[in-house]
């Protein structure tokens, strides 16, 4: 079952002479539960592809589908819903709010929606994020690998079916890029969360099920490493 489909996804910054395709009629599929890498230079378009499927930036043209739903035929409130519900977005750099503690920032999207935090949830994310008795912590008393926990705590949540990745270990060591990248595998295969992964990290891409590269807004390789 595909839980996204993109379809001649195109993406056009400025215009005449500044203009910019970053996306060119790229057309793909992601099956349920499976974890894709996406690789590339820099300037290829791989996150401005990441941001159009989480529905932060809107494609110049072409339709993307979530479970089916088409994300945007929905209207601004509905793409914000569709944000903090059905995906988590983990970046580089780890957005927390300084004066949050922990807690709070992992809850952040739940507060936001307006929910009640489900504190068996929020107990076994901060287990298994490996953040016992960090609870009460801010962000600058953690260290980098912590603090890139906490916001894959904050994806996680809301068990969002598809989580979003762009170069979470980009700045961490080899260590916490491993336990990293483990974290979010575990989410995977545990929950069955659909997981896309931004990498210019060749360890991590040959980790996924599949690999996906992009070279000028294109779609230049499309392997499958394992099923």
């Not at 996406?38 to 592809?49: A, F, H, N, V, Y």
């Not at 990441?50 to 739903?69: A, C, N, Q, R």
């Not at 989410?187 to 969360?193: D, E, L, P, R, T």
């Amino acid at each position: 079952m595909d839980i996204l489909k993109v379809e001649n996804l195109c993406k056009i910054y400025g215009n005449g002479e500044n203009e910019v395709h970053a996306l060119s009629n790229v057309s793909f599929s992601i099956k349920k539960g499976e974890f894709v890498a996406i690789i590339g230079p820099s300037g290829s378009g791989k996150s401005t592809l990441l941001h159009i499927l989480g529905g932060v930036d809107k494609p110049t043209s072409g339709k993307v589908y979530m479970d089916g739903s088409d994300v945007y035929a929905q209207n601004d409130e509905q793409l914000a819903i569709f944000r903090r519900r059905q995906v988590g977005l983990i970046y580089q750099f780890y957005n927390l709010i300084p004066v949050f503690n922990v807690t709070e920032n992992i809850t952040l999207p739940v507060l936001m929606d307006g929910q009640q935090i489900n504190n068996d949830r929020l107990n076994e994310l901060i287990d298994t994020l490996k953040l016992n008795g960090r609870e009460k912590h801010l962000p600058n008393q953690l260290s980098g690998g912590q603090q890139q926990r906490v916001s894959i705590g904050r994806a996680l949540i809301n068990a969002p079916a598809v989580v979003l990745a762009d170069e979470p270990t980009g700045n961490l060591d080899s260590k916490n890029s491993q336990e990293i990248v483990e974290l979010l595998k575990y989410s995977n295969q545990k929950y069955n969360q659909t997981l896309v992964i931004i990498t210019h990290d060749e360890n991590i891409a040959l980790q996924a099920d599949r690999i996906l590269a992009i070279e000028d807004g294109k779609i230049t390789r499309d392997e499958v490493m394992r099923r």
